[in-house]
């Protein structure tokens, strides 16, 4: 049986089972390869623990968002905001319209962090990008993207370079095959952990910042983290 996925009390979204199916059929207007792709995403990483470390409405925006897989799952939270999707690579963003429509409150657009109007947004979400990002263009890229919060803002980042050291390996050997294969678009190849994403959002100035192990039961060294924007 389907069950939907829902908010917490604290208003953090939450995921249920049945996901998956919903996905498949979600992204029927893809091609198969296409809908594979995102089925693998999907279960390949933990979404359930990146979507409950986000707010279930305000004006969120999604740095690199990739074929629209988090998009899809907030719609399925019943996040109550506005959503804007940016990725630099246009086929992302064509596929991620192709089987999302855009309205008013949720849109994709080719660009990358500097794309995003400064102050504009309560929460910024960075799933699985800094590998691709250049090691000493990272607290650049960070900085940038948080100056796209608001005062008080949300940053929340996944990254995939942390944990055992057998998942390291296994991550670095994963991406890249990814851009060697030109499956994913970037201009370096780097793992990060979540050690260095919390001193790029210090180094960004942002506050309470939070790392949590998140690749339990997966074969990734996930590591998410929380910051928020000082409040003015
Ligand atoms: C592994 S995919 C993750 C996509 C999506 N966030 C998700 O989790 O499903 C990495 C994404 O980062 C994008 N990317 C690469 N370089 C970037 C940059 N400098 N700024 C923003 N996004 C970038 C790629 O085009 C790709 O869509």
Known sequence: MERHIGTTA???LALGSGESAALWKAA?????PERAHLALRFRSAPWTKVLGALESGGALVDFGCGPGLLAHLLSRAGFSGTYLGLDPDP?????ARRWLPETAARR???GEVDAAPPGAFSQAAL???LYLVPPGERAGFVSRAARALSPGGRFVALT??????WKRRLDAAQERLAVGLGITRGAAMATCDGGEV???LIRAGLLGVGIVD?????????ELATARRPSA
């Open 10 to 12: 604290e208003g953090l």
């Open 28 to 32: 029927a207007a893809l091609t198969l």
């Open 91 to 95: 086929r992302k963003i064509d596929r």
């Open 108 to 110: 994709f657009q080719v």
């Open 127 to 129: 799933i699985d990008v």
């Open 160 to 165: 995939s370079g942390g944990g055992p050291r």
């Open 198 to 200: 919390a001193d790029l």
């Open 214 to 222: 998140v690749g339990r039961g997966t074969l990734h060294g996930f």
